[in-house]
């Protein structure tokens, strides 16, 4: 539609219908790997890792409870445990970011451009995290909780391109 183009080439109908672009970016990603770490070291004070005595995977995943804390033990003797490094995965990402613009011609060599960019146009969170740190004296008591998020809130930008 409008000026140049096949239907409404001409009048007002035709500029205010036509010269609109609309263009999107979109991103789905599986989580990011993670590495349970114990919360107490036992080994002199440096950083510890846990024994790994089952996947750690939880059917009823929320973001209340995202793993189970029972599947790592902390050593018996001072060394570091058998747990692998990003054995547990946060939650996936989604993200869609959308532009509309809209062409003018001012004149014949100046031509100008209104832009309205949304950045996380549907608002989804993107969860962060867990709580990573296992409670060493109590496994079950250990908070496995997400409270936090990786990316801002949606965004949205306003902007006037003139080209000559």
């Known amino acids: 539609f409008g000026p140049g183009r096949r239907w409404l080439s001409h009048g007002i109908a035709g500029n205010v219908l036509g010269g609109w672009e609309l263009d999107g970016i979109g991103t789905i990603s599986t ?9 107490n070291g036992v080994t002199n004070g440096a950083p510890s890792w846990p024994d790994q005595i089952a996947s750690g995977h939880r059917s009823d995943a929320n973001r209340a409870h995202w793993y189970d804390p029972t599947a790592f033990v902390a050593p018996s003797t001072p060394r ?14 989604t993200n869609f970011d959308l532009s509309l613009a809209k062409n003018f011609s001012v004149w014949e060599r100046l031509k100008a451009q209104f832009r309205v960019d ?11 995290f867990p709580n990573q740190n296992l409670n060493t004296g109590n496994p079950a008591a250990t908070d496995t909780s997400i409270t936090s998020t ?4 949606r965004d949205l930008q306003l902007s006037i391109r003139l080209q000559f």
């Open 31 to 39: 989580g990011r790997p993670f590495t349970v770490y114990l919360s």
């Open 80 to 93: 570091y445990g058998s747990e692998g490094r990003g054995v547990l995965y946060s939650p996936g990402f």
């Open 118 to 128: 949304a950045f996380n146009a549907f608002n989804h969170p993107q969860f962060g």
């Open 150 to 153: 990786t990316t801002d809130n």
